[in-house]
């Protein structure tokens, strides 16, 4: 190599093949527990779970399995009755610029 810095572009792909991203919604919980006459606090009481796991589910976060199972339990439902995966958009592309000695 020669003393000059040479610039590489380079295009980082993200899910190129049209693979959508997905995320995460709590909203047919919420229905559940309306039709079950509970609340959120009632809800972390019966079913163990912590006050900050509701407040993740409340943001749309995700939520550990052990906990949606717990959840699933006591409502007497399968995890498809409290989730739903929705799709939220596409891979987008990233360009970076190295430099090479």
Partial sequence: MNDQSKSVRIELWVLEMEVP???IS?????????DKGLNKTQLG??????SSTISKM??????????????????DCD????????????GVQESKEIEEE
């Fill in 21 to 23: 991203f997905l995320e």
């Fill in 26 to 34: 709590y909203n047919k919980l919420w229905k559940l527990l309306i």
């Fill in 45 to 50: 009481e019966v079913s163990g779970i912590s």
């Fill in 58 to 75: 409340g943001k749309n976060e995700q939520i550990s399995m052990d906990s949606m199972l717990k959840i699933c339990k006591v409502l």
């Fill in 79 to 90: 995890i498809g009755d409290i989730v739903e995966i929705k799709e939220a958009g596409k």
